[in-house]
């Protein structure tokens, strides 16, 4: 489901498309970013009236943008994929992202984490 906007009515229809492809008594867990589609008067209103339970959500921090994964995805994306380029349509637009898609899935970089949580106490 691709919207053109990103507002709460479309985060709602979002929300109930995932809730329709799980079982009435599954809780949902989303992590999500501040959009303020994520947190606006109209998806509070819709939430209130889904079973206690079925959505939670957690935030990632407005101060910790690298911990969203995917920001740092499309920034990297953007400066090494879509950087100086021109495009006369939105379909060209995409056939340019989905080509860069296609290399990076051609080539995948695997990340082993080598923290331990013991170093950080």
């Known amino acids: 489901?691709?919207?053109?906007?990103?507002?709460?009515?479309e985060f709602i229809e979002f929300l109930k498309l995932i809730g329709a492809a799980y079982p009435a008594g599954t809780a949902i867990k989303l992590i999500l970013d501040n959009h303020s589609a994520h947190i606006s008067k109209e998806t509070r209103a819709w939430l209130d009236t889904q079973p206690a339970?079925?959505?939670?959500f957690t935030f990632t921090p407005k101060d910790g943008s690298w911990l969203n994964l995917i920001e740092g995805f499309f920034s990297k994306f953007a400066r090494s994929v879509l950087r100086?380029?021109?495009?006369?349509?939105?379909?060209?637009?995409?056939?340019?992202?989905m080509a860069g898609i296609d290399d990076i899935n051609r080539y995948p970089v695997i990340h082993t984490w080598s923290y331990?949580?013991?170093e950080f106490a």
């Not at 339970?53 to 939670?56: A, L, T, W």
């Not at 100086?84 to 992202?97: D, G």
């Open 1 to 9: 489901m691709r919207q053109r906007r990103h507002r709460g009515r």
């Open 84 to 97: 100086h380029i021109r495009v006369t349509s939105k379909y060209e637009l995409k056939e340019r992202i």
């Open 116 to 118: 331990k949580l013991a």
């Open 53 to 56: 339970g079925r959505f939670e």
